[in-house]
């Protein structure tokens, strides 16, 4: 480095580009044999090389003690161990947080005392550049977290899309099995609708003439059965999207239980079963769906009945605390694995059962069952001491606020082929065999009946204005049922009541069907009774809305 006054060999110092020139002319300067840069590393709490002169210290312990004693401020003169095991005397200069230490030979005490006066200009400096490296090793880890942020940023964004992508199919796909269910249950209903005309008109035979005892009867089980398979298949449809509305009324448990006896009495007496009833002989009364919560202890019937072997107990227990009716249905049938019991209530889950021993179902019933019990705003449970131990499921419902209960409706007597009036009735199905059968079912009760087998059709008999009750499916070819009913309407029979027949059982069904002038809405297959039931109100009561 060309000569230059110990200011300049500073500045030199100061740059890193030029520290090492500066630090081998500044020794010359100041008579010694090396001159080291050290400064203050905040995080260490120690001194360390400069950059850009050597990074690795000449000797071991000694070097670490020398610094490790140099004052914040002043001089520190001592000994240092260089390698070889020779020894150098070394004076450091201090101040502002960083040292120059002089190695070798006998500094002139007018350069160290200039070199005194300049250096906190130097620890000025050094420090101005050693926050630059730190301000720009926090700026490039800032770009780097940037960086790292828009790639997750776009990481998120893409698996949003893909998130949103899966949704639109996981619906459409929802939404294609929801149509589906609909489809399948209409068909299933649609060849329902005959059989159980045709086993009422079987029924209705003297003595089921040619008919083997009993036949009628595994007809009229089975079809049943199949009618509450297709039921449940749509309910859980329903569940899925959350279509399932309640009518409440204020209800005495009791006979809701009853009713579910009932229902449940062909299978239970089939599998030849003790059933006892036990508990409070308080008058209990909640508030809630008589039909739905029928078919929850209906199910919970079944399901007992199904999974106890035949000849087995059942009882059906009723209680109460202060809030709640609780009811339990106890059986001690092939029982539930502790495994299988966190998952009994998922839809189309089944217990694993022996293939002799299989007993049917879709798994949809306990599903319906913990869904229609929470609408009610209760709680159902199970226990089981596992295997061939037996089951109990606890229904909570809250009780009602009051104790007025709405009782069951009395049963309207219904009309029969010996009634005293004959009504005439027009049926509108393109289903023939369904048609027929149930012309056939009405003329043996003493009614006349009129068959169409599509809505135009319909429209040109002259008996649609004479018909005091007109059945007319939905689903027909051409002209739907719904805009059948539009033009028949008008020119119906005063009091003529309009039913709708139809596979599909929604609340929009029924809504439009009370909009196209419709007095009732029947779900396929209508049995025997519901026919009586239809007839009886049309030979009663005026016409009213759905």
């Not at 500066?22 to 995080?43: I, K, N």
């Not at 599998?271 to 202890?297: C, I, K, M, Y």
Request: with cysteine.
């Amino acid at each position: 480095m060309a000569e230059c006054s110990t200011l300049d060999l500073i500045v030199g110092l100061s740059e890193r580009s030029t520290r090492k020139a500066a630090a081998e002319a500044l020794a010359s300067r100041l008579g010694v044999q090396t001159v080291l840069l050290f400064v203050s590393d905040p995080a260490l709490r120690a001194l360390i090389p400069a950059p850009g002169l050597p990074q690795t210290l000449y000797g071991g312990r000694t070097w670490r003690s020398f610094l490790a004693g140099c004052p914040a401020e002043g001089r520190w003169s001592g000994e240092v161990e260089l390698p070889k095991g020779t020894h150098r005397s070394a004076l450091a200069v201090i101040a502002g947080g960083t040292a120059v230490v002089l190695l070798g030979g006998t500094p002139l005490e007018s350069a160290v005392a200039e070199l005194e006066r300049l250096l906190p200009m130097l620890a000025a400096l050094l420090a101005a550049e050693q926050e630059a490296v730190i301000a720009k090793s926090e700026a490039e880890a800032s770009r780097e977290a940037s960086r790292n942020a828009h790639a997750l940023a776009a990481a998120l964004e893409a698996a949003r899309a893909d998130a949103a992508a899966l949704n639109a199919e996981l619906r459409d796909e929802h939404r294609r099995k929801d149509e589906f269910l609909a489809m399948l249950g209409h068909e299933l209903r649609n060849p329902l609708s005959p059989l159980v005309t045709s086993i009422a008109l079987l029924r209705m035979r003297a003595d089921g003439e040619g008919v083997p005892p009993g036949l009628v009867d595994v007809m009229a089980r089975q079809t049943a059965q199949l009618s509450r398979l297709v039921d449940d298949l749509l309910d859980v449809s329903r569940v899925s999207r959350g279509r399932i509305e309640l009518k409440r009324a204020r209800l005495l448990l009791s006979d809701v239980l009853q009713d579910a006896l009932e229902e449940s009495r062909q299978l239970l007496h089939l599998r030849r079963h003790e059933v006892t009833v036990s508990g409070t002989e308080e008058p209990l009364t909640v508030n809630g769906d008589r039909a739905r919560l029928v078919q929850v202890f209906g199910n919970l019937l079944n399901n007992a009945a199904k999974y106890t072997d035949p000849g087995g107990r059942i009882t059906l227990v009723v209680l109460h605390d202060k809030q709640n009716a609780i009811v339990q249905v106890r059986d001690n049938g092939i029982g539930i694995a502790a495994e299988m019991r966190p998952r009994i209530f998922d839809l189309f889950a089944q217990a694993p059962v022996a293939l002799g021993r299989a007993e049917g179902g879709l798994g949809i019933g306990l599903t319906l069952v913990r869904t229609l019990v929470e609408l009610h705003a209760g709680r159902v449970t199970v226990d089981s001491a596992g295997v061939g131990q037996g089951s109990t499921f606890t229904v909570s419902l809250p009780l009602a606020v009051t104790l007025q209960p709405v009782r069951n409706p009395s049963i309207v007597p219904l009309k029969s082929k010996t009634a005293e009036t004959a009504l005439r009735v027009l049926i509108v199905d393109d289903n023939r065999d369904a048609a027929d059968s149930m012309a056939v079912l009405l003329r043996l009760m003493g009614h006349e009946a009129d068959v169409a087998y599509d809505g135009r059709t319909a429209l040109q008999l002259p008996s649609k204005s004479d018909a005091d009750l007109i059945l007319l499916d939905i689903g027909l070819p051409g002209m739907d049922g719904y805009e059948v009913a539009r033009q028949l309407r008008p020119t119906a029979k005063r009091g003529a009541r309009l039913v709708a027949l139809t596979g599909y059982g929604t609340e929009e069904g029924k809504l439009r069907a009370r909009d196209a002038g419709f007095d009732e809405h029947v779900v396929k297959p209508v049995s025997s009774e519901k026919l009586e039931q239809l007839i009886s109100a049309s030979a009663t009561a005026p016409s009213r809305a759905i």
